[in-house]
């Protein structure tokens, strides 16, 4: 939007519909340019805050009118520059809509608005011994993993983002109001929408309510450290571990360089080695079983050490060290942005496709490290940049290119969990072919003016 | 197709693509012109068998050509007319496509034709220590479960069919290729259309090739039966061994009036009171841990008696005699058809659903039995109809709206399992109201002259 004064006529209409709750305010606009990631910022031209879905199909018709790009914003911890305006317009932040509206326990389901966070609705199930089985680590709000169909640690055991959805309310480009699914725990009626907005980035239309399924919380938990002379064996160890049907809950790759990070920014004085961590969920007795089949297993895959933590401590620490990885990277290098690499292969390639990596990276002269959700073939190159330094970020994407031209050529994808944004776009065509086709009919379908957080997923 | 001289020259057409696998045979019209269901038969104009992919692609430019509507079909166990060509037209029968092209072991996915069979996988799977978790009961292809989006007992632990879709190579109404995915376990990449085609009965286009999701045989398997005085009795237990976290593999209510079937088809001899079958999977340890866990919860909740099968013999005819329970009916009641309710409700809501049901069943005077993956929320009502008495098709209709209105009324779906087809299609428009509009633009979008399956899904 380049023209003062029909910006300025269109911030007025929103005041109409919004009051108070709309922004030009140059430090606000700064605050939603940019995400997590090494992508370069750009300033909405308004930021608003609704308060319920009909705000939002307000400020939907209002920028229909405008012809003016609408993005949703959740906690701005996308790593792919999905909340980044570069086409201006309006920018959504969810950070009023952030109630847990009801908790069903018999029904195994909670209704939440987007913005409530990962943590915000951890603490609430664990009033009910329930708990929500995705994980990405960082804490990001429900509405934005479900824009970028998020997945983590616990994803070998419970599914990702997608399976947990059973129902969104969502406004669409016309501003009009539908739901996506029901209540019930399954459904083969009608088409699939659940699925096609989940991970559509807000290209489809913004979500102002979210039915997600929850579980109990496992009856006991064990994790474990188990530590390799090399990242192959680590890998092969995982294979194992699945082939004998033990039903680990989390599986993850952490290299030395990641683990050295880690012990500098968590205080812990982990080996520094190629390390599987691991947890388990069951009962105590079905848990001792696995617990010691699978220590059998990972000697037998030349595992030098296998550590286990029972208690919740323990437990806790190991974890957050695990979740703060990026951020111990990041902490670790002042001045410097993160690229994370996101791709995913069928299991049997992952050897493969982390040696590949590797020597990428070293090739670089780049530093990074390796962690990685191992049981679902899903790994991230964490490589530490000078933004400033257009040679460093070509360096980077070369790596990110040729992770990824491995990933394809052995039937994986470009993106595991983190999403298209405007990093992944290039490969889409690469990795869809045909089939970007019909993502683009359905694009114009259902927003034929473009306007949905345009130029991402979709060019 | 009304036009003899038209139609002889699409055969003609098709024949120059597939030799002698283009028929016209009156048998073999009427054999593809219903399904397993009450719904009237239709007959098609032309049926075929293709071979591979470019044969399917070939049939539908033809279909384009000569605008006739194309029908794909795999076993025809279709319970709500799904197959059943009312506009004529071309079926496709994937019956020559049966080929499973690939088990990949460590990567738990295999490659197979649509025509492939449930009962076919499962032994091919065996050889590997693997299996494929979706068991819809009846023996159907995986084209037409994917079609329907299948699932059945074991869905409540393992999930549905749309779960279990890694990819799909997928004949478009252009006859273009696509692939709907790729063999990496997750993916952020674009838009789900693994999901969307998942569930489309057709109506978006022809599947010829499904990669799949395959898991190890569990370790240890039990089962049981659970004897109670009452259905309401048998879904409060349900709903107490969920919430205590025991993970129920299968877990079926079968009501009196269907064991007595059952009893009289499989040659058992259940007491002939409402019943849960239930199963359980794990290691041995766990699972003696969760049976006991189990028995103590059903005691609690007015369990009259439970019996446990722990070899294997005993534990197929149980189940043996839960999946003929549809074809028990059918066996005992001789020239009738049956007439197969496939509501899911949130679980809170089952007992209540079911009791309606039953009201509904006694006052129709029909007779009927109730079977259900009530874990999921998802019940069968089995009526036994006679189809030439339009009394009792409507009576029928009329006791399948009070229950599809039950359903949507406290949140649930019209089809848990079956599919919309031509039956459930007069509930689209109260169970998605205004997302009924998005599914039509999505159909218009891929489909814009209504040759796939038309009149199927959407209107």
């Given at each position: 939007?380049?023209?003062?004064?029909?910006?300025?006529?269109l911030?007025?209409?929103?005041?109409?519909?919004?009051?108070?709750?709309?922004?030009?305010?140059?430090?606000?606009?700064?605050?939603?340019?940019?995400?997590?990631?090494?992508?370069?910022?750009?300033?909405?031209?308004?930021?608003?805050?609704?308060?319920?879905?009909?705000?939002?199909?307000?400020i939907m018709k209002l920028a229909a009118r405008f012809d003016v790009p609408v993005?949703?914003?959740?906690?701005?911890?996308?790593?792919?520059?999905?909340?980044?305006?570069?086409?201006?317009g309006i920018?959504i932040?969810?950070?009023?809509?952030?109630?847990?509206?009801?908790?069903?326990?018999?029904?195994?389901?909670?209704?939440?608005?987007?913005?409530?966070?990962?943590?915000?609705?951890?603490?609430?199930?664990?009033?009910?011994?329930?708990?929500?089985?995705?994980?990405?680590?960082?804490?990001?709000?429900?509405?934005?993993?479900?824009?970028?169909?998020?997945?983590?640690?616990?994803?070998?055991?419970?599914?990702?983002?997608?399976?947990?959805?059973?129902?969104?309310?969502?406004?669409?480009a016309?501003g009009?109001?539908?739901?996506?699914?029901?209540?019930?725990?399954?459904?083969?009626?009608?088409?699939?929408?659940?699925?096609?907005?989940?991970?559509?980035?807000?290209?489809?239309?913004?979500?102002?309510?979210?039915?997600?399924?929850?579980?109990?919380?496992?009856?006991?938990?064990?994790?474990?450290?188990?530590?390799?002379?090399?990242?192959?064996?680590?890998?092969?160890?995982?294979?194992?571990?699945?082939?004998?049907?033990?039903?680990?809950?989390?599986?993850?790759?952490?290299?030395?360089?990641?683990?050295?990070?880690?012990?500098?920014?968590?205080?812990?004085?982990?080996?520094?080695?190629?390390?599987?961590?691991?947890?388990?969920?069951?009962?105590?007795?079905?848990?001792?079983?696995?617990?010691?089949?699978?220590?059998?297993?990972?000697?037998?895959?030349?595992?030098?050490?296998?550590?286990?933590?029972?208690?919740?401590?323990?437990?806790?620490?190991?974890?957050?060290?695990?979740?703060?990885?990026?951020?111990?990277?990041?902490?670790?290098?002042?001045?410097?942005?993160?690229?994370?690499?996101?791709?995913?292969?069928?299991?049997?390639?992952?050897?493969?496709?982390?040696?590949?990596?590797?020597?990428?990276?070293?090739?670089?002269?780049?530093?990074?490290?390796?962690?990685?959700?191992?049981?679902?073939?899903?790994?991230?190159?964490?490589?530490?940049?000078?933004?400033?330094?257009?040679?460093?970020?070509?360096?980077?994407?070369?790596?990110?290119?040729?992770?990824?031209?491995?990933?394809?050529?052995?039937?994986?994808?470009?993106?595991?969990?983190?999403?298209?944004?405007?990093?992944?776009?290039?490969?889409?065509?690469?990795?869809?072919?045909?089939?970007?086709?019909?993502?683009?009919?359905?694009?114009?379908?259902?927003?034929?003016d473009?306007i949905l957080?345009?130029?991402?997923?979709?060019?």
């Amino acid at each position: 939007m380049q023209e003062t004064g029909r910006r300025m006529e269109l911030v007025e209409e929103l005041r109409g519909v919004l009051g108070g709750r709309v922004t030009v305010n140059e430090t606000m606009l700064e605050q939603h340019s940019s995400d997590e990631s090494y992508h370069s910022p750009h300033l909405p031209d308004v930021v608003v805050f609704p308060d319920n879905a009909e705000e939002v199909s307000d400020i939907m018709k209002l920028a229909a009118r405008f012809d003016v790009p609408v993005v949703p914003y959740g906690y701005g911890s996308s790593l792919e520059g999905s909340v980044i305006p570069y086409q201006g317009g309006i920018t959504i932040d969810f950070a009023n809509m952030n109630n847990i509206l009801e908790v069903r326990e018999s029904d195994f389901l909670v209704r939440v608005q987007p913005g409530v966070t990962r943590s915000q609705l951890e603490k609430e199930l664990k009033k009910y011994g329930l708990f929500f089985t995705v994980d990405p680590g960082a804490d990001a709000t429900l509405g934005g993993m479900a824009a970028t169909n998020a997945s983590g640690t616990t994803s070998v055991k419970y599914g990702i983002m997608r399976d947990q959805v059973l129902d969104m309310e969502v406004i669409l480009a016309d501003g009009s109001i539908i739901h996506t699914g029901s209540m019930a725990a399954k459904s083969s009626s009608g088409y699939n929408l659940n699925g096609l907005f989940v991970g559509s980035e807000g290209t489809l239309g913004c979500f102002t309510e979210l039915t997600l399924k929850v579980i109990g919380i496992p009856e006991h938990i064990m994790a474990a450290r188990a530590e390799f002379a090399t990242a192959d064996d680590a890998v092969d160890a995982v294979i194992a571990v699945m082939q004998a049907g033990i039903p680990v809950a989390r599986v993850e790759l952490v290299d030395e360089e990641a683990i050295k990070q880690m012990n500098l920014y968590s205080e812990t004085n982990y080996h520094e080695v190629p390390t599987l961590f691991l947890e388990l969920h069951g009962n105590e007795a079905g848990l001792q079983h696995d617990v010691q089949f699978m220590e059998e297993i990972v000697s037998d895959m030349n595992c030098r050490q296998i550590e286990f933590e029972t208690d919740t401590a323990g437990r806790n620490k190991l974890w957050e060290a695990r979740h703060h990885a990026a951020y111990a990277f990041i902490h670790n290098h002042p001045g410097r942005k993160q690229m994370v690499t996101d791709v995913c292969v069928p299991i049997s390639e992952l050897a493969g496709a982390v040696k590949d990596a590797r020597e990428a990276v070293e090739a670089s002269g780049l530093s990074g490290g390796i962690v990685g959700h191992v049981g679902d073939g899903n790994y991230h190159i964490l490589l530490m940049l000078d933004p400033s330094d257009p040679a460093e970020i070509e360096k980077a994407d070369q790596v990110n290119e040729r992770i990824v031209g491995y990933a394809l050529g052995c039937g994986g994808t470009c993106t595991g969990e983190h999403g298209v944004g405007t990093g992944k776009q290039k490969y889409q065509e690469q990795e869809h072919g045909e089939s970007l086709r019909v993502m683009r009919k359905i694009k114009r379908a259902l927003d034929p003016d473009d306007i949905l957080n345009p130029g991402k997923i979709i060019e």
